[in-house]
DNA sequence: GTGAAAGCGCTAACAG
DNA sequence: CTGTTAGCGCTTTCAC
């Protein structure tokens, strides 16, 4: 391994010369042209673990997510990612299985490791979160959550849940199945429940039913078998997109038709609501703003400035084929 | 910051007997509590960029992905992640957007930041690579691909190709369209085509047409929406599920109905080809057996124990709706 | 502009 | 078992 010191002797200066060349201290041209040569030579990088030891920390951000295969999160991940190299730094990305404990785990794992930043898509934020980002001194960034006291950036869950209860409702339909999911999911299990809600309630004479379940395509579609026979509604809203898909295979089993036995929407506008037929209703959200944002944000925590403490990134409904009038059917 | 010394100071001992209790040394028991309880108190814990600075690498591994929006990439990635975490190392994700260019970056980037061990996911092996790879002296395990000089680890594609082409043959199809992609990836364009070509000449009097496309959806959707409408084929193979997806959604643009006017099949066994409907027929690779897999064969290279130069996880068909005998047409 | 020297936090002989 | 003593490769004063 060739290290900052055989530069320096090959080149005949000293290593703090060395160093200074290394990082855009003041150095004669003469000097410069000497040492760039033997750089050149002998493909001299400066040891990353040395530097840091000084530096304190590190061209790197952390990114804690999780899971891996999930559209979502992979959306994200590519935007932080392009953003991140445009600035010369390093995604260290850490998955948690969907564990909180692991979360924790992890928080601590990449302070060790000195990133500069961390962002944190967490499901569901708890004290001990909180205590450990307190401890650490690495700015972090909430991503997909808000809690109070942390710096957070999400999508406009409320307004997404609106738009889509208002358009379920301007269908003419009555009877509505919302799939939701948990309610320690403040994003998901709360906002874009509540702005369902609010926008169907609007209406008159409807009857919404709530039913709770998972993330997991597997369990929402063993649900959705038990209940599409039972349910009168003749619109199911599904709390994000793999639900709808659940629903949408669920029905396909049950023999049941969309959108002729009812209309079925999603949310987050995966790419794969579009290419099955039905094409699904769903909202669009912003990942890759939301990862860009993210990226802008956690900088400027990094660099001390104070930000609002919670962003929230636009969506925008995507009418399609699984959703139609109500009205169609009383012909 | 909380370092050795602090620690060594508080416990009334030198700082080599608190690194020796740290790294599993001969402590006496007592000094082993006196310390133990320093270290809680303070919540200490090693500065890591000290300790790679002596101990020339790390527990981190690194991954270097394509793509961070593939369903295999990700697979794969959970799969390598769930694995390292067992033994405690971490995995360090980089991503290129399949810029080859960028590979050779990262292996770079890696290879200072000592890791380990390297996998490489990539999709074109060139000379560079090989030179890069020689260069740094991290073990590096090429992931998907084959190159000779290089341990590698992938699928049975040829075996896939082949089984999925004896399929459609069987079928008593005669005119048969494939959708494969440019040879330069060897994996899928040459070793998956050839299994398939094989297979599908080992029938009498077939036809079978070869048109080149990308990994993209888009891209092959487009082409599809040009192609479809000409073709005789009653049997479409797609070279990845990616493709057939795209197909399909081409099929059904031009209002074409599958499996009644061509079958459909493609490989890889995506999820999301069992939920649209029809189901497709592909070839399901065994994703998570690979990430282990490759987990242990980098291990073994990075211990210095010599492996076997190429190991291929095996796969299986899947049959599915998307697929139909040929007769079926004639009656 | 440049060099000498003092660490950064930790590990690893080497004595004792 | 434990303390002393050198470094690991680099950055950063502080004189010159």
Redesign the pocket.
């Known amino acids: ?1 060739v ?3 055989d ?2 002797q090959k080149a ?9 060349y ?2 855009g ?4 041209q ?3 042209d000497k040492i760039d040569k033997i750089v050149n030579e002998t493909g ?4 990353t ?3 840091s ?3 304190k920390n590190t061209k790197m951000i952390g990114i804690i997510v999780p899971r891996l295969d999930s559209y979502s999160a992979n959306e994200v991940l590519s935007s932080v990612d392009r953003t991140l190299r445009e600035k010369e730094y390093q995604l260290l990305i850490t998955n948690t299985d969907q564990s909180s404990e692991r979360e924790i785990e992890n928080i601590y794992t990449l302070a060790k490791q000195k990133v500069a930043g961390i962002i944190l898509m967490a499901t569901v934020v708890t004290e001990e979160h909180k205590k450990v980002i307190s401890e650490i001194d690495v700015p972090v960034l909430l991503l997909g959550q808000q809690a109070e006291g942390l710096h957070s950036i999400g999508h406009q869950e409320f307004e997404a849940g609106y738009a889509m209860g208002r358009h379920a409702g301007s269908l003419g339909h009555k009877n509505f199945l919302y799939f939701s999911v948990f309610k320690e999911d403040i994003a998901v299990g709360q906002h874009r429940a509540n702005g369902v809600l609010t926008a169907l309630n609007e209406e008159t004479d409807v009857n919404v039913d709530i039913i709770e379940t998972s993330f997991s395509f597997t369990k929402a579609y063993e649900l959705a078998l038990e209940i599409l026979p039972k349910t009168n509604a003749t619109y199911i809203l599904c709390a994000t997109d793999n639900i709808a898909m659940a629903v949408l295979k669920a029905a396909h089993t049950l023999q049941l038709r969309i959108p002729d036995d009812f209309s079925l929407s999603g949310f987050g506008g995966y790419e794969v609501t579009s290419i099955v037929s039905p094409s699904i209703t769903t909202v669009k959200y912003g990942y890759k703003e939301l990862g860009e944002t993210a990226v802008e944000k956690l900088f400027q925590l990094i660099k001390g400035e104070s930000i609002e403490e919670n962003t929230l990134i636009p969506n925008y409904l995507l009418k399609r084929e699984s959703t139609v009038s109500n009205v169609k059917k009383v012909e």
Chains 1, 2 share one sequence.
């Open positions: 391994m290290t900052i010191n530069i320096a005949g200066v000293a290593k703090s010369t060395v160093s200074r290394l990082n201290g003041s150095v004669s003469k000097t410069r001299y990088s400066p040891n673990f040395a530097q030891l000084k530096a």
